[in-house]
């Protein structure tokens, strides 16, 4: 259906490609749970470029493609010449020329664009700091997997609405349908751009998208509460202080999950600033004296949170996405 097709960000999908890739992803879930998995990947080459560490996005696609019998190939943030002595063009056509498939999880959207544009083969993005759609296909797995349907569900993200992870989710819940909420100070909404190109898919699904400062109108009987890091990785640290300010008021925490719906849930896309067991937590501390961010202990480990179901499928998601456009 989408074979040799480019996976870049959620605007280049239709949503019945969409569907199809998180149908193919419980499937691949399910055979792998029963023992019956094929390989459709056999004699298959990647190559996973990472200019921003990760945990979650290397191990899914690492796993997912020798599970599928594919061969991998990590470069870090030093392991390669792009960008420094050799052009991101000129890059996309060696590996290309090497490899299958090419994941890319750096900063610029251009950067994944232009590697699209010249590989040859296709290329998928871990992550850039406009967009994170493979983390939007484990997100929706994950909702689907709770409430059997996608269409419909009330969705709030609190956070920095601007951010990959606003932007990704504000594009998906059009695409689908959902009634989809971003709840943060207003100079932290999307782009008009952004939010115009949601509007126009929201208008031939369903879909409903507001934006709103207000708490309470903002969770009131929602089903799904997503938050996210408040500052993205590779962003200015003096930013801290400021973010900190504007977004306290946005924490997840157990008074706003009173708000929400009697079985709703709470989901992050990880990694989550709850404690203090992170150098990063112990030197916000230590500056500012918050013991937790953006969610509090309570409720990242509270029942409601299905966060490492949604970690787990990472894995699941991802293998799709190689699998539909490579086998």
Known sequence: ?????????????????????????????????????????????????????????????????????????????????????????????????????IQYRGYAQETVEILGKYAGVPVWNGLTDE?????????????????????????????????????????????????????????????????????????????????TDSLEDGVTDIDVVYTDVWVSMGEDPGVWKERIEKLLPYQVNKNLMDMTAKDSIFLHCLPSFHNQKTVLGKEIFKKFGIIEMEVTGEVFEGKKSIVFKQAENRLHTIKAIMVATLA
Not at 7 to 17: N, R
Request: charged residues 25%; contains cysteine.
């Open 1 to 101: 259906m989408i074979k040799n097709k480019n996976f870049l960000k959620l605007l280049d999908y239709s949503t019945e490609e969409f569907n199809y890739l998180l149908e193919l992803s419980s499937k691949l879930k399910n055979d792998k749970k029963n023992g019956i998995e094929k390989k459709h990947l056999l004699g298959k080459n990647i190559v996973l470029i990472f200019e921003k560490d990760s945990t979650r996005t290397r191990c899914a696609f690492e796993v997912g493609a020798m599970d599928q019998g594919a061969n991998v190939t990590y470069l870090g943030p030093s392991g390669s010449q792009i960008g420094k002595k050799e052009s991101i063009e000129d890059t996309a056509r060696v590996l290309g020329s090497f490899y299958d498939g």
């Open 131 to 211: 967009f994170h759609p493979t983390q939007i296909l484990a997100d929706f797995l994950t909702i689907k997997e709770k409430y059997g349907k996608l269409m419909g569900i009330k969705m709030a993200y609190l956070g920095d609405g601007r951010n990959n992870m606003g932007n990704s989710l504000m594009i998906g819940a059009a695409m689908v349908g959902m009634d989809f909420k971003i709840v943060a100070p207003i100079d932290l909404f999307p782009e008009k751009e952004l939010i115009n190109k949601a509007q126009e898919i929201a208008k031939t699904t369903g879909a409903k998208l507001t934006f």
